[in-house]
């Protein structure tokens, strides 16, 4: 069973920065893409970031310069550095991946979720 497990959100002030987390756990046979999308209330999830296998990054304009994704040091981790905070990147950060669950298979997968306030 896969999961994918999010960490890093809190408070900060804006100007401030927050550095997210996404591990891919369980039976892991390798992660091609791994993307951010973040919740607010009342609105629909929106893409954020995302990284594919070769390195190549995509973002949203509102965070572009801001934001910078990455892959972690750890095998199928994923980090999303978070700079200059501002209050309407306040939400929930979910983690989404392409990740190998089985030999022939790949599937997509969708964490919980970490909070992220961004209070002026």
């Known amino acids: 069973q896969v999961r994918l497990v999010e960490s890093g959100g809190g408070l900060v002030q804006a100007g401030g920065s927050l550095s997210l987390s996404c591990a891919a756990s369980?039976?892991?046979?390798?992660?091609?893409?791994m993307a951010w999308y973040r919740q607010t209330p009342g609105n629909q999830r929106e893409f954020v970031a995302e990284?594919?296998?070769?390195?190549?990054?995509t973002y949203a304009d509102s965070v572009k310069g801001r934001f910078t994704i990455s892959w972690g040091n750890a095998k199928n981790t994923g980090n999303l550095q978070m700079d200059s905070l501002k209050p309407e990147d306040t939400g929930v950060y979910v983690c989404n991946a392409d990740v190998k669950a089985s030999p022939l298979i790949w599937k997509e997968f969708w964490g919980e979720g970490t909070l992220v306030t961004v209070s002026s």
């Open positions: 369980g039976t892991v046979f390798g992660t091609r893409a």
């Open positions: 990284i594919t296998n070769t390195g190549v990054t």
